[in-house]
């Protein structure tokens, strides 16, 4: 949550003083929620109302609780089990949803559960004949167990909220919401959050939101002020080089470099780790204990940086990271503004750096249009980067046989096979030998 979701929201209202009960409000104080945020304000009474509630909001403003808090007070009120879904693209995104919902529910007993691909389906089958207050899910694998899990059914169901929709309806979930919706009883609470308002959105909002009323927060592409945005123009064969600098030069902060692909994701990880930094990769392709896994890692403070494509930009709730490094240019300008929204949360400041490399100019200028503004130099010195360039190469070539072992282990071939060496130590014998030789400051 940004400073300025305090700052344009005025009025220094209370949760209580939005009508949210004592208990409820407790929680909220023990998770050092003093005042509520923006959309919180704006959407809370609305919903306390029964309204049906459209917030156009991103995550770090404070949407879960601006979704949370209501579906938890009316639940409260009329408790019942199966009694609310919340749907949402991501798994990674369930599992944070659910965490705050325990968070807030705890003095009340509630009960959530979490259904998303990648888990095992029979322990979910039997989570779900538990019947939790509050299921939340991904609509793929909710739609698994509404055709196929005996005994289970959302026929009873009070509230529904369709969490970042614009997303679910753009990675194809459509059939699959649509499918979900039919078997909702229409007598329902709907609160539908969504970062933009996208044709497709207002379509589903039409035909299944009761009367909405809709509450906005901040203008989709505006980037907070404590933010210091960096671009870095170099050669493209130096981005190893540049970037082992950088990661040097800043010392033991936490780190989120983006990458354009996964292996190039991997290859990184593997060799700044070489090198002795504490490097995780997080990328779709790795199975879903190992996304956890990586992503807890990085948010102990067990890992620094965390190496990660575009599905860990958007939706992830890391707190404190210092420094988002834009290995690659992303090629869509909004995925800019999703990457560099993980640094500079709830009043903090932080650091966007994002390397440009001959063959990306364009499409940063690009990022620079929607931005409407230069972006300043990173410092740096080229000829102490340059003196890098020996430990780099070689730490990128025990990357690359590492990788060539890994595949030849695993015997697989093509897209799948880099799947589940995240975060093996295996290679730590070559990592040793790298690392004694280099006298990194960050290791
Ligand atoms: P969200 O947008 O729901 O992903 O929330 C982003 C972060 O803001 C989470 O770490 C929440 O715990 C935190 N947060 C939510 N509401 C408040 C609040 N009223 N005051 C301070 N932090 C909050």
Redesign the pocket.
């Known amino acids: 949550?940004s400073e300025e979701d305090h700052e344009e929201t005025g009025s220094p209202a209370t949760f209580k003083e939005l009508g949210i009960l004592d208990e409820l409000c407790s929680a909220?104080e023990r998770?050092?929620?003093?005042?509520?945020?923006h959309i919180?304000k704006e959407a809370i009474p609305l919903a306390l109302k029964e309204k049906d509630v459209i917030g156009l909001a991103e995550?770090?403003?404070?949407?879960?609780?601006a979704f949370g808090l209501p579906l938890l007070q009316a639940l409260i009120s009329h408790p019942q089990r199966l009694f609310a879904l919340v749907l949402t693209p991501t798994r990674e995104l369930a599992f944070q949803i659910k965490e705050?919902f325990d968070a807030l529910g705890k003095a009340v007993g509630v009960n959530c559960c979490v259904i998303v691909g990648g888990m095992d389906m029979t322990q979910q089958a039997m989570d779900l004949g538990k019947r939790p207050h509050i299921v939340v899910a991904t609509p793929g694998r909710l739609v698994d167990h509404l055709e196929k899990t005996k005994g289970f059914n959302l026929k009873a169901l009070k509230y529904l909220v369709m969490d970042e929709a614009d997303r679910i309806l753009n990675m194809d979930f459509e059939e699959e919401v649509d499918k979900i919706l039919k078997v909702l009883p229409k007598e329902r609470r709907t609160m539908l959050f969504s970062a933009t308002m996208t044709s497709k959105v207002n379509k589903l909002q039409r035909a299944h939101l009761q009367d909405p009323v809709r509450v906005e927060v901040s203008s989709k592409y505006q980037t907070v002020k404590k933010l210091k945005q960096y671009m870095l123009f170099i050669p493209c064969k130096h981005k190893h080089i540049y970037l082992t600098y950088i990661l040097n030069e800043i010392g033991n902060q936490s780190v989120i470099i983006f990458c354009a692909t996964h292996l190039s994701t991997l290859k990184t990880a593997l060799m700044l780790r070489n090198l002795g930094f504490t490097a995780i990769p997080l990328y779709g392709k790795m199975t879903q204990n190992k996304r956890l896994g990586a992503l807890n890692k990085f948010k102990a403070r067990e890992r620094s940086i965390l190496l990660a494509t575009d599905v860990a930009s958007r939706g992830l709730?890391i707190?404190s990271v210092d420094y988002v490094i834009n290995f690659d240019v992303p090629l869509h300008s909004k995925d800019y503004i999703h990457r560099v929204g993980r640094t500079a949360r709830?009043g903090k400041s932080g650091i966007a750096i994002t390397i440009v490399s001959q063959y990306e100019v364009e499409v940063y200028q690009r990022i620079e249009q929607l931005l409407d503004m230069k972006l300043q130099v990173y410092p740096t010195v080229q000829d102490e980067a340059l003196v890098l360039q020996e430990r780099v190469a070689e730490a990128e070539r025990f990357a690359k046989l590492e990788m060539a072992r890994l595949d030849e282990k695993t015997g697989k071939k093509g897209r799948k096979r880099h799947r589940d060496v995240d975060d093996s130590e295996e290679s730590l014998g070559v990592r040793k030998r790298l690392q004694k030789k280099n006298k990194l400051k960050n290791n």
């Open positions: 949550m909220c998770l050092g929620w003093k005042t509520p945020t919180q995550t770090g403003s404070g949407k879960t609780g705050q709730d707190p709830a």
